[in-house]
Structure formats: C-alpha cells, structure tokens
C-alpha cells in the first residue's frame, strides 16, 4: 500500500471530527505550497486564498457564490489553524457524543453558511466599520466550531468541565464567554471574523432549541412544569363520596407523562413512538 492509499484509507476509516481536520490540514498544506511557489515567482497573490476565501463585497461574492461554505475550509496562518483544530477535536468530540456525525457535519457547514451571511450582512449595513479594520475577505474554520460548541452547550447547560486551578465550570458558563469574547473584540479589530463567529453560535443554538425532533434537556424544566401543571390538589371528602374519575384521570395522565419523558432522557425523543408523541403534545396544550 503506497502512501496515497494510507492516506485514502485512513481518510475513509476516519470519524467525522478527523476527517474535518485532514480536509482543513490539506487546504491549508496546499496554501502553504501555493505561497511558497507564489515567492518563488515574485507573485504576492494567492489563487486560493482568492478563489476560496468569502470576500465582504456583495458584488464580488455573486462572482464566488461557493465562497460562503470554502472559506470555512481555508486558513492561512499556523497559529490560526492549530487554535481552531484543537477546538474542533474537543468540541467535536463532546458533540458526537450526544450527536450523530451527519449532524455534526451539518452544524459545521450551516454554522459556516450562516456566519457568513451575516459577515456579508455586516458589512453591507456597517461597511466603515470593517473598512477601518481592513476587512476583505473571510477565511477560518471558526463560524463552524461556533455553531458546534454553542449546540452541545444548548443541548447539555449544566454539563461540567474540569480545569486546572479552578475547578468544575458548567458548558452553558462558557459558552456565555465565548460569545462575550466575540462581542467585546468587534471593535477592537477583526470585527467581520467575530460577526461570523457570532452568526455561527446563534445557528447553534436556534437550530438545538428549534429543531422538531430534538427536544433536549429542556424536558427537565419542562417536566417540573407538568408536575405543577397536574398535581393533583388534597381533598377532603366530607361527604364520603369516593373521588370523582376525572381525578383518577389526572393521576394515570401523570403517570403517563412521567413515563415518557424518562424515556426521553434515557433514549432520546426520536424513541417515542407516534402515539407518545401525539400524547405529549395534547397534554403540552
């Protein structure tokens, strides 16, 4: 097995969190090649950092339309690579473990569409601003693990992660910093990278919380709320009569209730068969 078969191999065989990297890894080898050919020739232009980059004109862009998913594949400094692919392996991680890998895909590339939207929005609403900043194109895996981070933190809140020197803090603490760090740089610079990183994360999160099958731990609150909902009130009987069927009727709906959304924390919502479903949401109303 020669070296391209080894690498075919471990590409195909790979999990979706690797894979991701080593198309990240190759784009950035070949831009690395192309820039060193490009100082070889005298040439200060890189054809792909120019074909594949998503530029901030809108006029430029519908020149490039594939622009807006390719830039999240392309980066041009080591130092920028390496942070956002230690991110990735982490995060992603994480995410696949309560995800599947077409999902996890999913969340990279629309959290790369969706950052770059709004980069394009941003600057056609607030162009001075990112003139200023000598913004003119967007590149960077970012927007894509923003949307993967911010998922996994709407999905999981009060998942906990251990550091050193401070202890256990819950997913949904950084996930707040991490759009915090975004928010607070936008004028310090950069500020179309941090608009897409923020497009990323609100895709994240609405897709979680939105999304028709996926209805997460927000069951928890959710089931403190049946419970409330449904408890049934303490009566005293003075006339001894026995209690009413629609009392019993309350209990067995509770009863019922309970039943599902254990089964939904243990499995997941995709579990319940239709009826379930149907009875869930006629209780809901």
């Excluded at 594949?73 to 390496?82: D, G, N, P, R």
């Excluded at 995060?91 to 590339?109: A, E």
């Excluded at 003139?131 to 933190?153: D, H, M, P, R």
Aim: net charge positive.
């Amino acid at each position: 097995m020669n070296t391209l078969d080894n690498l075919k191999y471990r590409f195909k065989n790979a999990g979706i969190v690797e894979q991701l990297i080593y198309v990240n890894l190759a784009v950035f080898l070949l831009v690395f090649i192309t820039n060193t050919f490009g100082f070889l020739f005298q040439s200060n232009n890189n054809l792909l950092v120019e074909w594949f980059s998503l530029p901030a004109n809108f006029d430029e862009f519908l020149y490039k339309p594939w622009t807006i998913i390719t830039y999240g594949f392309l980066h041009t400094s080591f130092l920028h690579i390496l942070l956002n692919l230690v991110a990735l392996f982490y995060i992603g991680h994480l995410f696949k473990q309560y995800f599947t890998s077409k999902q996890l895909l999913n969340f990279y590339l629309l959290g790369t569409l969706f950052g770059g939207i709004l980069f394009l929005i941003s600057y056609a609403i607030f162009p001075v601003l990112l003139k200023e900043a000598n913004i003119s194109v967007l590149l960077g895996a970012s927007a894509g693990i923003s949307a993967i981070f911010i998922g996994i933190a709407t999905y999981i809140p009060n998942y906990e992660l251990k550091f050193p020197l401070i202890g256990f803090v819950k997913l949904w603490t950084l996930a707040c910093i991490w759009v915090a760090i975004d928010i607070i740089q936008i004028p310090a610079g950069n500020a179309g990278g941090h608009i897409a990183h923020i497009g990323g994360a609100i895709f994240g999160f609405l897709y979680v919380v939105r999304a028709s099958n996926k209805e997460l731990e927000i069951l928890k609150p959710l089931k403190k709320f049946f419970e409330r909902k449904e408890k049934p009130l303490k009566t005293v009987y003075k006339s001894g009569k026995k209690p009413s069927k629609n009392n019993y009727k309350k209990s067995e709906n509770q009863a019922e209730i309970d039943n599902i959304l254990d089964k939904i924390s243990k499995s997941g919502y995709d579990t319940l068969t239709k009826s379930e479903k149907d009875f869930l949401f006629k209780q809901g109303k």
